[in-house]
């Protein structure tokens, strides 16, 4: 089957989903991602690769911090950017989602950075523009509903190799809401991808999707058990409106079962590393002293994901 | 009388409406959009040629679609642009609008693009900037209550020129609701002075304005008689409210009488083209294998449109 | 004590509050400030001086007009500018303050412009940074609470300096409702900084601070005593929302006494000076042949205020 995210020549053209992306394309995109590292610490943090290009960000999902990472790494490439708040626009007067990229495509755009409530959207736009014959355009994933979050779980490749290095030996935790976890999700896909050997899903039976074990994750309620000798601990947000349906007892009790605790992490291994993708909820999934202690990666985190969104940007573009 | 659109030289100072304007400024206008064209399809789609000027998006209705036009054409002339969503500024604390801006002018602001749901509210700025000798100060016209949207008649100027070359042997059809159109009101004035020797308004009588006669224009209410033998037919997007209001029994009635359906569509000339403002309602004003279909210019209308808001902002600032 | 708006050098590091400033400091922002003056009368309105750097405007408070005078004031300086409508971003999701600007720091933030409606915001953050080690972000204050609007105390002196070159001769009224204004209290520690001998407030008792003498301030319950022989007129707006609050008889009323008519400025010297924040209440505590009048230096306020905020932002940037 054609995977709608390669080119004739199997490069990418679009990022819609870490699934089914070969080990090369990501290893490529994260070793982009390095050397843009030492733009955004430059003094004059630009390069002039999307100069002149004009990027739309496409949020129907309302999203204020993965918006402004996108539109920060589209003007470091010295690109026009665009915001298009969709909630005000003409998908509101009744026009389809293909008809306003039609619209935008006729304007000259050359990528768009969509967020959408729907999974499968920017798969969607990505068909649509194929099917035009326009692969002058490219679409970047910026979450679509519970299926994906690519450069997400991307950033988070970026942050394990940039300080477990290699991938092979590692016993990765991912904490929490699964189910509902996009970014969970891309991560696993990758994980796997790079050859992590052991990948292991924490939470609540009613938070977690049936059939994990066939992506090859296995699966723990106890925490105690799941974060023991973990290299890596990935904690996920909890969603406040998870905590007050019948799918939680509460937060308090959420926090003493899977709450990331100093106690609980001094099960892990002594170097473990703790990542969030944010905003964090403390006291709810995690621990303020852990949150803010010396294994927690999660502000470096947030500044590779800039360079890993800059190195997609460029890439999708450049192909 | 004096024309408040020019400047004493007669050339275009702000474009407000194209009632009185002449043959030899509209033409320049397209001469101009033709030059642009090619800025938006190279590699980097920039001219310098409002670099550091600051051009004022003020939107006091909602308008996502116009509005991002106007962006991206400000950008490609290297502009900063600086959008302004008014609902929320200082009007609504009372402010007159003449003082907000008077404060933009005394920012220094080069160009305000305005969107207003009052008719004339463009002209009032205009007349005030002459008034207090700002002469270097420009006003475009995004759209104003019923009255017009002066950027759209000229990019369906152009459109037409394109595909008919020469207007003076046309037979054009507007279709729809008239009366609230202040699209059609700019298209007819554009026309009459491009020298259309014939102009058609298509629509049920409580959607056409009284008087349309004494514009030269020739009113029909059957739609198979009025796009007998047209070159080029014009739809109108029916709004939304009007469709459960009075004025109209039902969607499913306004499609059966004034939809364009592909065998309506047989009734004009062959090569007839097939024109929308946009968004289009499928299925209330257009069928869609009509507006997917080869007759359709609508999305060359949209690429257009861009190099005829560069055309329009580059004139006006120039002068 | 330590100034946290200074860094080790004495020289500015954030602009938080203009009290604490040594007259030094006000006088560099203000020498600098005329030095931009020309660059937005210039054809390319454009500096290189904060060229690549990210400065983020981060409105925790509604503000159309502080925001976009901040913005222009940025691209002019050639920066990177994002706006941050903070109220749809992750604080609503119950992520803390210091949380988000970690997270922009992480981003490669260079510069926070922050507007919030809690006194003391932007110091909790320059705190923050300073704690963290970042000496190489920085904040300015574009309004917290009630406490301080130090760039629109800044553009009053620029704007008194232009008009009557010497502070130390000067007999300066505060008129209106100074218990609210974080204006007022900004001029008053400006005024005293710089020299002005004689600062008078003018205002019913309930729209007056207690213990204003112990800022050296002459209290004036009584308009026409309290122009008598100024220099300077400074008239506060009067917000819609104590017009209908108990502290007040009504908007007439509030004119009757308070209100600056041609008769109630001709007690001031002939050749006084008015200005006024904005927006204006016409009627209400401005009459417009006043606003109007050629006594009357509002508008250039708001030039200087584009100077005046690039000056700010390429120190605190530069230092």
Redesign the interface.
């Known amino acids: 089957m054609h995977n709608p995210q390669l080119n004739k020549n199997g490069e990418l053209a679009h990022l819609l989903s870490i699934e089914g992306l070969p080990q090369g394309i990501l290893t490529q995109i994260l070793d982009t991602a390095a050397s843009f590292m030492e733009v ?7 390069v002039p690769l999307l ?4 990027v739309f960000n496409l949020f129907f999902e ?1 999203s ?2 993965t918006r ?2 996108f ?2 790494a589209a ?2 490439l010295s690109a ?1 950017v ?1 915001n ?3 909630n ?3 998908t509101a ?4 989602l293909l ?2 990229i ?7 755009a050359n990528l768009f950075v969509v967020r959408h409530a729907s999974s499968g959207a920017p798969f969607l736009i990505a068909e649509h523009l194929q099917r035009i014959g326009r692969d002058d355009v490219h679409v970047v994933n910026a979450g679509d509903g519970r299926h994906a979050h690519p450069t997400q779980g991307l950033l988070d490749m970026y942050t394990i190799r940039h300080y477990k290095k290699d991938f092979t030996q590692l016993r990765v935790a991912i904490v929490g809401d699964i189910l509902h976890s996009r970014v969970a999700r891309s991560d696993i896909h990758a994980l796997t991808t790079l050859g992590v050997p052991e990948v292991r899903a924490i939470g609540p039976e009613t938070l977690l999707p049936k059939h994990l074990d066939k992506l090859g994750v296995h699966v723990f309620h106890d925490m105690n058990e799941g974060l023991k000798d973990c290299d890596v601990v990935i904690m996920l947000r909890l969603q ?1 409106e998870r905590m007050s349906g019948a799918l939680l007892p509460s937060a308090g009790e959420y926090f003493r079962h899977y709450g990331l605790t100093p106690q609980k992490l001094a099960l892990a291994k002594p170097d473990a590393i703790v990542m969030h993708p ?5 006291g709810v999934e995690i621990h303020s002293a852990v949150a803010d202690g010396e294994q927690a990666v999660i ?5 590779f ?2 360079a890993v969104r800059m190195a997609v940007m460029s890439i999708v573009a450049g192909n």
């Open positions: 955004s610490a430059r003094d004059v943090k630009k100069r002149g290009k004009s309302n204020t911090r402004t990472t539109e920060i003007k470091r026009d665009i298009l708040d969709i005000k626009s003409s007067k009744g026009e389809t008809d306003t039609d619209n935008l495509v006729a304007m000259h406040n944010g905003p964090m909820n403390r502000l470096p985190q947030v500044t994901g800039i």
